[in-house]
Nanobody, 119 residues
């Protein structure tokens, strides 16, 4: 069983920062990439950022470029999302996920962590 546990969510003011963590544990599993997604109330889940696990190549949705930074610590089996210059519209439940292969979908998901940005 693969487990992904997000932490670091909470309440922040607009313009502030939060850092999310995603710790992976459980049986050994293939990990081509990991990513962050979010879902705001009444909206579809959307991709936020991703990172290739071996190379460290990162990619972002346009709406977070220049504000969010994704990173990983291989030794700790943990992925991070540093969120700066937060906006009200960043309010959502944030999920981390694993993409096991380059041709597959994201197939393991965490339970999510709430991020609320206030004015």
């Amino acid at each position: 069983q693969v487990q992904l546990v997000e932490s670091g969510g909470g309440l922040a003011q607009a313009g502030g920062s939060l850092r999310l963590s995603c710790a992976a544990s459980g049986r050994t599993f293939s990990r081509y990439a990991m990513g962050w997604f979010r879902q705001a109330p009444g909206k579809e889940r959307e991709f936020v950022a991703g990172i290739r696990w071996k190379s460290g190549l990162t990619y972002y949705a346009d709406f977070v470029k220049g504000r969010f930074t994704i990173s990983r610590d291989n030794a700790k089996n943990t992925m991070y999302l540093q969120m700066n210059s937060l906006k009200l519209e960043d309010t959502a439940v944030y999920y981390c996920a694993v993409q096991s292969s380059s041709v597959g979908e994201y197939d393991y998901w965490g339970q999510g962590t709430q991020v609320t940005v206030s004015s």
